[in-house]
């Protein structure tokens, strides 16, 4: 497939040819080459001058002086031949522009893919294809660039092939720059940095700079003008030499599929490093009844393990151990049946907050030995979601990438709860007490959960978790 080397040599060498003259007429053999039908094209072209020969990426423009300009896409063997007055013409020409000095210009395509558009000249950034062609690796400001990068989850080999990204280097020259780069071509190019985005903006521009120089790149059936050939693949170093050594460290240069391209490089100087993945933690904090349950049922949907503090705490409420040291701290009276009495511990801690300090300063680091072995049983690079009201007061903050903390009005917190007064009651007590602003200032993401489950999921959403 020609690409902006190739393109820019037909265009150098058709312009000293078409400047100055004149279509007399246009006829086709295939019409879908003409995109909205020859005949506009006719009406618009047959007795203007060529004035100008444009390129922009892969594209030409025929300007001409009556304001019109005839955009061709040459796309995988777009070619233009010219043929004297009685010549005969072949089969692959597919249109014909008469010209006044006896000659016609063919445009062949052997496999028919190639189109052309017409436009106002004033007007080329409106028309197809230069309005969705992106700048060139000559123009483009290196940031503009990595930003585009960091926004494809694509392979930097598929993302260099994106025209509206950047213009004019295709599966050619694509293989070049990643090898004179040392890059993979399989690497994300949202995880390119800002130095290899340089470098690959400085390696195309010479090795396109040079292949223009020869005149492009003969490969296989495509040559870019007749009767010229282009040089620039004897300097290739590693398109089309599947099994051959790498220059540089002579390991066998490989060629694998990438989204349907064939794709040359060395998988010693562009080996992946694959970087041990993280396990992200997120801790879902809030008050009692403010939705942290539903936000832990919403990420579990989306892969996420969950860890819930208040499951385990009961958990430990039936060890022997956890009762042994309740009677010594709280004392017997927690204890109720061989089980532990909640609503006196409640009691007791009401009117002896020394004894509820005790009792925290023991619970919390045991709650969190039981997450930090809880995360570390999965495998590198999981999704763990810390569900625990206490979070930041139990400084459990610190296992934490993230941590959103969701809060509710007290009135939805009481219509989720109960219809018993006295337990409403209870519930405004204990949320009172909850350290709000201490957690708010912990917290990396607040969401304020006063709507319905789908409310929460969109917020959610919005959130962007991995």
């Not at 690079?381 to 009201?389: A, M, R």
Request: proline share 5%; net charge positive.
């Amino acid at each position: 497939m020609p690409e902006l080397p190739e393109v820019e040599t037909v265009r150098r060498s058709l312009e000293p040819l078409l400047l100055g003259k004149k279509v007399l007429s246009i006829r086709w053999i295939h019409e879908p080459v003409f995109v909205g039908g020859g005949k506009i094209y006719q009406e618009a072209l047959a007795g203007a001058t060529f004035i100008a020969l444009k390129r922009k990426g892969k594209c030409l423009r025929f300007d001409f002086d009556n304001g019109y300009s005839l955009y061709s896409h040459l796309r995988m063997e777009g070619k233009y031949f010219f043929r004297n007055e009685g010549e005969p013409f072949s089969k692959h020409d597919l249109a014909f522009f008469a010209l006044d000095n006896g000659q016609t210009l063919c445009y062949n395509d052997t496999r028919k893919f190639g189109r052309f558009h017409l436009g106002k000249t004033s007007e080329s950034q409106l028309h197809s294809p230069f309005a969705e062609i992106g700048p060139e690796p000559f123009d483009i400001d290196p940031k503009e660039f990595w930003n585009g990068l960091k926004r494809k989850s694509i392979s930097i080999k598929e993302a260099l092939l994106d025209q509206h990204l950047i213009s004019g280097i295709g599966n050619i020259y694509d293989c070049e720059v990643l090898f004179a780069t040392k890059i993979s071509p399989f690497t994300p190019a949202n995880k390119i940095t800002y130095k290899q985005a340089q470098d690959i903006l400085s390696s195309a521009k010479e090795i396109l700079t040079a292949s223009i120089h020869e005149g492009g790149s003969t490969i296989r059936s495509y040559h870019p003008l007749d009767g010229i050939d282009g040089l620039m693949q004897l300097q290739l170093k590693v398109y089309g030499k599947e099994g051959e050594p790498c220059l540089l460290c002579q390991t066998p240069i490989r060629r694998e599929e990438v989204a349907g391209r064939g794709t040359y490089f060395c998988p010693k100087c562009q080996h992946v490093h694959q970087k041990k993945e993280k396990t992200f933690v997120v801790g879902v904090t809030g008050p009692i009844h403010s939705g942290k349950s539903s936000l832990s049922s919403l990420l579990k949907k989306k892969g996420y393990k969950v860890f819930d503090a208040d499951k385990e705490v009961k958990k430990m409420y039936s060890s022997p151990l956890v009762l042994a040291k309740a009677k010594t701290i709280i004392g017997a009276k927690a204890i109720k049946n061989g089980k532990f009495d909640v609503a006196y511990v409640r009691q007791a801690f009401a009117s002896s907050p020394a004894k509820k300090e005790r009792w925290e300063r023991y619970l919390y680091p045991q709650v969190k030995k039981r997450a930090v072995s809880f995360i570390s049983s999965f495998e590198k690079g999981s999704k763990i979601c810390l569900d625990v009201p206490l979070l930041v007061k139990a400084k459990m903050d610190s296992l934490c990438d993230e941590i959103i903390l969701i809060d509710s009005p007290i009135k939805n917190r009481l219509e989720r709860f109960s219809d018993d007064p006295k337990a409403k009651e209870e519930l405004v007590r204990i949320n009172s007490s909850y350290p709000l602003e201490e957690t708010k200032n912990k917290a990396t993401r607040v969401i304020e959960n006063d709507g319905s489950i789908e409310d929460l999921s969109l917020q959610i959403r919005k959130l962007k978790l991995p």
